[in-house]
């Protein structure tokens, strides 16, 4: 099946510096990708959508200018967390539907000091 | 809007007993409906999915009905086993954007 991966797979980082993570389809073509934060034990929240050649399209609440986006080609989209603070800990998961099926990143696990 | 309204867990089950995860939604065009299951420290996995009212999807002894007529999409198993321990979300995905909604996931532990 479709393969996306995520890179890195857990990052730490000091409080105010910028991480950058990397969502890459591996067998398919994607002009939209999906980024998605997961809080422990609760469910999926959809932060925004990634156009290739265009701008992405945020969520409701979701600081454009916090959580970067940048989809340079069909199959590489990232998201940059600028000015990381600890509250940004989470879970960060990317998806790409080649078809009508989402397929998932394994995801980003974001630890801020 | 469209949403997904999943069966809160967690849910604790012997291993070899039936298991049946409630997944009700709502939607003003015509979802496609999947179930997602996320192992232990794992990403998202695709269970099943059903395009259109009346499929069943099916995977790994798991099934799930699309039945329009009362909104449902609702997971079973037979006979679970200790390895079928996760969380499960219930989706839908539905035009014009395809963007998907999650249900707030069911966690599930087999126990021996």
């Known amino acids: 099946g479709a393969v996306v991966s995520q890179h890195p797979s857990w990052v730490i980082c000091k409080s105010g510096t910028s991480v950058k993570i990397e969502c890459r389809s591996l067998d398919f073509q994607a002009t939209t990708m999906f980024w998605y934060r997961q809080f422990p034990k609760q469910s999926l929240m959809l932060m925004a959508t990634s156009n290739e050649g265009s701008k992405a399209t945020y969520e409701q609440g979701v600081e454009k200018d916090k959580f970067l986006i940048n989809h340079a080609s069909l199959t590489l989209s990232t998201l940059t967390v600028t000015s990381a603070h600890p509250e940004d800990s989470s879970f960060y998961i990317c998806?790409?539907?080649?078809?009508?099926?989402?397929?998932f990143g394994p995801g980003t696990r974001l630890t801020v000091l | 809007g469209d949403s997904v309204t999943q069966m809160e867990g967690p849910v604790t089950l012997s291993e070899e007993a039936f298991l049946t995860i409630n997944c009700t939604y709502t939607?003003?065009?015509?979802?496609?409906l999947f179930w997602y299951v996320q192992y232990p420290g794992e990403g998202l996995q695709l269970l099943l999915k059903?395009?259109?009212?009346?499929d069943k999807g099916s995977n790994k002894g798991f099934e799930a009905t699309y039945r329009k007529e009362t909104t449902s999409f609702h997971l079973e198993k037979g006979s679970v086993q200790v390895s079928d321990s996760a969380v499960y979300f219930c989706?839908?995905?539905?035009?014009?954007?395809?963007?998907?909604?999650f249900g707030t996931g069911t966690s599930l532990t087999v126990i021996p």
């Open positions: 059903a395009t259109k009212a009346d």
């Open positions: 989706a839908l995905s539905a035009p014009p954007g395809n963007q998907f909604y």
């Open positions: 998806s790409a539907p080649p078809l009508d099926t989402q397929y």
């Open positions: 939607a003003t065009g015509y979802p496609s």
